[in-house]
């Protein structure tokens, strides 16, 4: 008996943080798939030498919108960002917040 109430208080402690993660209105479900399209989005930006990985911030909203913002060193490399996070799956638009250095 001890056994299958320390499982229901280890489950629910688990459960609990996801619990508050989806409460702002967003299913688990929809997070994590926001989560991955960022993911895929800073993965073709570290594979692509034009574009700096880590001076470009990805934010995806849950309609699938990437924020792109940060600075880059030039308009072509600001270009090569969105034409890139366009390409990725599940991305249905870019908003392109990229500051290019003068």
Request: a positive charge; proline letters at 1%.
């Amino acid at each position: 008996m001890k056994n299958i109430i320390k499982s229901l208080l280890l489950v629910s402690a688990l459960t609990l943080p996801m619990a508050g993660f989806a409460a702002d209105g967003d299913s688990l479900g929809t997070k994590v798939e926001d989560s991955v399209i960022t993911a895929k989005v800073k993965t073709a930006f570290a594979k692509d030498k034009a574009v700096s990985a880590t001076d470009i911030k990805v934010e995806t909203d849950s309609n699938g919108l990437v924020q792109l913002s940060g600075m880059v060193k030039s308009k072509a490399e600001a270009d090569k960002a969105v034409k890139l996070a366009k390409n990725v799956k599940g991305v249905t638009g870019v908003k392109d917040d990229i500051v290019v250095a003068q």
